[in-house]
């Protein structure tokens, strides 16, 4: 909220309060709204400084044009793999686990993470161009894996719904079963906690990755190697990432 309208809300907030606690009232929002413009200033200065460097800010915008065109062909490639025939592994792990939908915990686990990772990046712009380059060479790498692999969706499976995903897969009602190896979700995860730098951060990421793996297994929208090869494939991906992005 820009600080002009705290400052109206503030005073409306002084003239109704009684008179005993007005000049109370009235510091906590003169001393809340200093402190809101020094955040925004310190955000502009460190993509400021950030930007300045030729290398950043190259790699910031092709990353960001890559992206886009990911996000673009993300539809058009998983309507084509969920038309075509595969195979389906026999699954014991799978076959052990109950299949109940855990679509509600799975979408604020993985938005939970997604929250709390953009808002460490805000302020350390190359945790975001990293993780930028992360994401885009993990969905090239997963396009060709899931290519190669032609597999049937795992038996009992559950849709996992969720609205924000979906969006990337052809609308909020759109359901891919055929997106399997290796598991999006978990290597998604999984890239968030070796982007991350504070020890209390990746360790909440850490958690969020085997959850996450666990409770696609549970609704039965991946077999046990997608969830298993995921993090190894994602440390491949992050090492070609901090490469790309170096500058």
């Not at 709204?33 to 460190?46: A, F, P, T």
């Not at 995903?165 to 609308?171: A, E, T, W």
């Not at 929208?221 to 790309?244: E, F, G, Q, W």
Request: glycine residues 6%.
């Amino acid at each position: 909220m820009p600080q002009w309208k705290l400052l109206c809300v503030g005073i409306i907030k002084v003239l109704t309060t009684t008179k005993q606690n007005r000049l109370q009232e009235l510091g906590a929002i003169f001393y809340f709204c200093n402190m809101h413009g020094k955040e925004d200033n310190k955000l502009q200065l460190v993509w400021r400084t950030n930007w300045q460097y030729d290398g950043f800010r190259q790699k910031f915008q092709w990353g960001l044009f890559a992206w886009i065109l990911v996000l673009i062909a993300f539809p058009f490639f998983f309507q084509y793999i969920e038309q075509r025939s595969g195979w389906a592994p026999n699954d014991w792990l799978l076959a052990q686990l109950p299949s109940y939908d855990t679509s509600i915990p799975c979408f604020l686990v993985i938005w939970g993470m997604f929250g709390l990772f953009f808002y460490r990046a805000l302020y350390q712009p190359k945790l975001l161009l990293l993780f930028l380059w992360g994401f885009i060479v993990l969905s090239l790498m997963r396009f060709c894996s899931i290519y190669l692999m032609p597999l049937e969706p795992p038996a009992n499976l559950i849709p996992l719904q969720d609205p924000i995903s979906n969006l990337f897969y052809g609308g909020k009602n759109s359901f891919i079963t055929k997106d399997l190896f290796f598991s999006g979700h978990t290597s998604t995860q999984f890239l968030i906690f070796l982007c991350l730098h504070k020890r209390s951060d990746k360790l909440m990421a850490l958690i969020a990755s085997f959850a996450v793996g666990l409770m696609v297994l549970i609704q039965h929208v991946h077999y046990s190697m997608d969830v298993l090869a995921a993090p190894p494939l994602t440390y491949l991906v992050y090492l070609i990432a901090k490469r790309i992005s170096k500058y």
